[in-house]
C-alpha cells in the first residue's frame, strides 16, 4: 500500500525559497500511469492545488502559482520536491502531497499527512 | 474566491440526509469528472467520490454522488456524527493550459 510523507523545514522567512520533499514508499514512483501532485491549505481557508509532475519530469502548475513553483522528481530516491520562491506570509498553509490518477487528474489518493510551513521572519 | 461554488455550511440531524452541491461551468464540470474528498479536524483530506460517483472501497453506499451539466451533488444519508468534516470538490479545468480546481469547501455540522 503506497504512503506518501511530507518533510521540509517548517519555517520560512518572508522572500525565501520554501522548498520540501514527498517520500513515496510502498511502491515504486514510476511504477503504474501515475502523477504525483501538491497541493496546500491555509489556515481557515479552502485547498489549493499547486501542480503535478510525472515520473518523466513533465509538469503543470496552477497559473496564479507558475511564475513562482517548480515542482522535480528522483525517480531513483522514489521522491519528489516542491519549491515555491519569494514567500510571503500568505504562502503560511499545510503543504500536502499526493499521488493522481491518470485520466482523472483531480482523484487524489492517498494522501500525506501533511506539513504545516509559516512564513515568519 | 474558488472556481467551483460550494455553500459555506450544511447541517443535519443524525439519519437525515443531507446533499452538498458543487457548481462549475462547461470548462470544469462540465467537461470533466467531479470528485469529492471529505477532511476531519486535523487529518488530511481523504477521496469520498471518484469520476462523479464511484466510491473507493471502505466509504459506506450511504454516501453517493452524481452530475449533471456543469454541477455536481454529494448525498449522505442515515447522516452520523463521524460525517461532521469539511467536504470539497475537485475537477480539471480546461482554462489556461489546464489546471485543478477545487471548491471552497462545505462545512457539515450534524445537530
Known amino acids: 500500500q503506497v504512503q506518501l510523507q511530507e518533510s521540509g523545514p517548517g519555517l520560512v522567512k518572508p522572500s525565501q525559497t520554501l522548498s520540501l520533499t514527498c517520500t513515496v514508499s510502498?511502491?515504486?514512483?514510476?511504477?503504474?500511469?501515475?502523477?504525483w501532485t501538491w497541493i496546500r491549505q491555509p489556515a481557515g481557508k479552502g485547498l489549493e492545488w499547486i501542480g503535478r509532475?510525472?515520473?518523466?519530469?513533465?509538469?503543470i502548475y496552477n497559473p496564479s502559482l507558475k511564475s513562482r513553483v517548480t515542482i522535480s522528481v528522483d525517480t531513483s530516491k522514489n521522491q519528489f520536491y516542491l519549491k515555491l520562491s519569494s514567500v510571503t506570509a500568505a504562502d503560511t498553509a499545510v503543504y500536502y502531497c499526493?499521488?493522481?490518477?491518470?485520466?482523472?487528474?483531480?482523484?487524489?489518493?492517498?494522501w500525506g499527512p501533511g506539513t504545516l510551513v509559516t512564513v515568519s521572519s | 474566491q474558488s472556481v467551483l461554488t460550494q455553500p459555506p455550511s450544511a447541517s443535519g440531524t443524525p439519519g437525515q440526509r443531507v446533499t452538498i452541491s458543487c457548481s462549475g461551468s462547461s470548462s470544469n464540470i462540465g467537461s470533466h469528472a467531479v470528485n469529492w474528498y471529505q477532511r476531519l479536524p486535523g487529518t488530511a483530506p481523504k477521496l469520498l467520490i471518484f469520476?462523479?460517483?464511484q466510491r473507493p472501497s471502505g466509504v459506506p453506499d450511504r454516501i453517493s454522488g452524481s452530475k449533471s451539466g456543469t454541477s455536481a451533488s454529494l448525498a449522505i444519508s442515515g447522516l452520523q456524527s463521524e460525517d461532521e468534516a469539511d467536504y470539497y470538490c475537485a475537477a480539471w479545468d480546461d482554462s489556461l493550459n489546464g489546471h485543478v480546481v477545487f471548491g471552497g469547501g462545505t462545512k457539515l455540522t450534524v445537530l
Open positions: 499526493a499521488r493522481v490518477h491518470s485520466g482523472s487528474y483531480a482523484m487524489f489518493e492517498p
Open positions: 509532475i510525472y515520473p518523466s519530469g513533465s509538469t
Open positions: 510502498g511502491g515504486s514512483i514510476s511504477g503504474g500511469s501515475f502523477y
Open positions: 469520476r462523479n460517483d
